[in-house]
């Protein structure tokens, strides 16, 4: 294993230096309009003989205000990748089982009459060439395609309604009677999601199946397969074409009870359902073995009946039979560490994503699946029988997305580094090696000069070990003392690591060290360490962020006078914290944030009303709540505030969390700043507008320069 790991080191570094290595050329630093040039690959297909690749592109359009999607595809074995739509909103590629099509979405460039975008809807591309033609003219569009295993026909999903199709063959196509009120009326507790909007629960998302003729000669009819008040998910054909599986939750109201979900298979042409498996946990990516009798799954396992529920359960890898009445069996019980988990940065693809699914070798013996341990992200191989788990790939980078050929013997994989976006590689059955395909960003980061950061760990106050990087600024020089930003992630459930983060390498580009660590509360350090906060968040986690940046200044790196720290979500809750327990810092920008959790708790997207972070409601837990609410220190705080707000944020509303802590400042004539992102939602870091990304970190740096660099800034004076 070792010399596997070296091996594979060597090889990820000798590529990434090519594509980095510039001869003779002077680089300059990163900026943060950068950002308008970045590419980003997501969801790479491989096809089913393994020999081509088709992945979505995506691009900033030249009004900065959004993306621009298409489909291109690479040789499998190497050479250049082309374009294979002109489609600016392209995505979702899947192959065909015999390789000779695609079927993918494209949202139509003309709006509606109203000016709004239209659904998406499922487009043919045939590879021995001519146009994309329309397979579905859904009225609410389609999502979540599957194909048939003969080829025949596509599943999807759909949240379609019968009188969809009368409105659309009367022309009143804008989802509303001409008498229907526009006033809502809720009667659930969840009733709107971040970045969704309000949610309909008239309209749950249903499994669609259309035909695929030998000749396209316009869209063909869809036929629903199944009906009722609940929504399925996570579609998979049986391997004979005869069932459809997928996951559910049947519950009208989940938010009482923890998570959960169930497996359920659909007679594809009677619409007879059945329950084939559950657990008490969530469940999802599911993916049947080769011979059809069994389905892996990830799923996460709730803490069982007894009180006090777990706020993280860590996710392990299950096998079911696929017919009703098996038992599941948890094959990674053994193994503390994330199963189809991740490292958080802000360079995801903006647009096209999505999850990938475990497969399985050809004789059924194994399963492949990506795992996240101490901040980074590999695939692994899983023994079916024992559980037994082997690196297939083992390195300090971010495999986030991944796909197989129907024998599992090659994969496509998506991997980001500390230097790399992300760029696409090959598996073609040796654990250890990896063939790299696209450098999809040389053209831009030959010219940068972009460094790795350095892995540190230290020892918190209880003597916990704690994992954090640091990233420098490129001319860095050993013996002077800089000024520090310390950026804590949210969640607070989730992990920094080895994947590329823009903001980062930009405030280093700026003369900043950065310190970027995995308190107590972070996933891929084992189940324990992800619940150390149950009931005490925020608290022990802010040692753990005190005590790296003593640690950095033990070490003579850091200007004791010259301290920042910020955060987004989780992080913006203990950015507010963090102020409002010590005054060492000069300068802080809390993003998104929460500064009372009893505003939170009535007014977030989704509920507390299990027991995970707080053991009752807070009338029940007054004292709780209080503490544990930044706001309540409100009056402790002298640091120069900046806050960040989605105007669209339905996670972190403002009304909980910035608007209080601006107004409170305000009141006790403390400097503080509130900057509002019109439309934008709790993803402004990572999907938002790309202008609106560019102006965040422009906000968050001119606030430090003000306050760390006493730099001559007079935007937020008053007028």
């Known amino acids: 294993m070792l010399h596997m790991h070296t091996k594979f080191r060597i090889l990820a ?20 309009t950068d950002l308008y040039a970045f590419r980003w690959i997501a969801s790479p297909q491989i096809s089913t003989d393994g020999a081509k690749i088709v992945y979505t592109l995506v691009t900033v359009n030249s009004k900065h205000d959004n993306y621009e999607t298409s489909l291109w595809i690479v040789p499998a074995g190497g050479g250049a990748a082309r374009p294979l739509t002109s489609g600016t909103h392209d995505s979702g ?17 003309q709006k509606d009459k109203d000016g709004k975008p239209q659904p998406p809807q499922i487009y043919l591309l045939f590879m021995d060439g001519g146009d994309a033609r329309a397979l579905t003219d859904i009225p609410k569009g389609a999502g979540g395609l599957a194909w048939a295993p003969d080829g025949q026909s596509v599943a999807f999903l759909s949240t379609t309604l019968a009188k969809d199709f009368d409105k659309k063959k009367d022309g009143k196509d804008d989802g509303k009677d001409e008498a229907e009120s526009d006033v809502r009326v809720i009667v659930r507790a969840g009733y709107r999601m971040n970045g969704e909007g309000y949610i309909d629960p008239d309209r749950p998302s249903h499994i669609w199946t259309v035909p695929v003729p030998k000749v396209p000669a316009g869209p063909e ?15 998979a054909w049986s391997h004979d074409g005869a069932k459809i599986y997928f996951t559910s939750d049947r519950v009208r109201e989940p938010y009482y009870e923890p998570p959960h979900g169930e497996i359920y298979m659909v007679n594809a042409a009677a619409g007879d359902i059945a329950k084939v498996a559950a657990i008490d946990g969530s469940i999802h990516a599911i993916s049947l073995s080769p011979d059809g009798s069994h389905i892996a799954f990830v799923a996460s396992i709730n803490s069982g009946g007894g009180l006090p529920q777990r706020s993280y359960s860590q996710p392990d890898l299950f096998v079911t039979p696929s017919e009703p009445g098996g038992t599941p069996r948890n094959l990674t019980v053994a193994y503390d560490y994330d199963i189809g988990g991740g490292v958080g940065g802000d360079q995801a693809p903006p647009r096209g994503g999505g999850a990938s699914k475990p497969f399985w070798s050809a004789d059924g013996r194994s399963i492949f699946v990506d795992s996240a341990e101490e901040g980074r992200a590999n695939l692994k191989r899983i023994d079916a029988e024992t559980g037994k788990v082997e690196a297939i790939t083992s ?40 063939d790299r395909l696209t450098h999809i960003n040389d053209e831009l980061f030959e010219k940068l000069n972009l460094t790795e950061p350095e892995t540190i760990w ?26 520090l930003i310390l950026d804590i992630h949210g969640g607070p459930h989730s992990a920094y690591g080895y994947t590329f983060d823009h903001e980062f390498q930009w405030m280093a580009a700026k003369g900043y060290i950065v310190l970027y660590p995995n308190p107590r509360g972070s996933t891929s350090y084992g189940q324990e360490f992800g619940n150390l906060i149950q009931y ?37 809750v203990l950015t507010n914290w963090t102020i409002g327990h010590t005054t ?11 500064a009372d959790w009893r505003d939170f708790w009535y007014t977030a997207d989704f509920t507390l009303f299990t027991t995970f972070w707080f053991r009752g409601a807070p009338w029940e837990q007054e004292a709780d709540f209080k503490e544990r609410s930044p706001i309540t220190y409100v009056d402790k705080i002298t ?9 669209s944020d339905f996670r972190t509303p403002p009304g909980a969390g910035g608007e209080q802590m601006f107004r409170a400042l305000k009141y006790l004539k403390k400097p503080v700043v509130m900057v509002r992102f019109p439309g934008e939602t709790h993803e402004l870091s990572r999907s938002g507008k790309p202008v609106h990304r560019v102006e965040r970190l422009q906000h968050i740096v001119a606030w430090f320069d003000k306050y760390l660099e006493d730099q001559e800034i007079h935007t937020y004076d008053i007028n």
Not at 221 to 234: P, R
């Open 13 to 32: 570094a000798l590529a990434i230096a090519s594509c980095f290595t510039l001869a003779g050329a002077a680089k300059r630093p990163i900026t943060e």
């Open 93 to 109: 590629a899947r192959w065909s089982p015999d390789g000779r099509t695609l079927a993918f979405l494209r949202v139509p460039e």
């Open 221 to 235: 009819k869809a036929k629903q397969v199944t009906s009722g008040e609940f929504s399925e998910s996570d579609i």
């Open 395 to 434: 390195g300090d980078h971010d495999v986030f997305s991944y796909s197989a050929t129907p024998d599992g013997s090659k994969a496509a994989l998506l991997i980001s580094t500390p230097t790399n976006i992300g760029d696409l590689f090959m598996y073609a059955g040796v654990p250890g090696h990896l």
């Open 458 to 483: 230290y020892k918190s106050f209880d003597g916990r070990r704690v994992q954090a990087w640091v990233q420098r600024p490129p001319d860095f020089t050993p013996g002077k003392k800089y000024p």
């Open 536 to 572: 005490a968040y925020p608290g022990d986690d802010f040692k753990d962020l005190m005590a790296g940046v003593d640690e950095l200044i033990a070490r003579g790196w850091v200007d004791p006078g010259k301290l920042g720290v910020t955060g987004g979500s989780g992080g913006g």
């Open 584 to 594: 060492r810092f000069k300068a802080a920008v809390s993003q998104r944030s929460i």
């Open 639 to 647: 640091t120069p505030l900046m806050l960040i707000e989605g105007e």
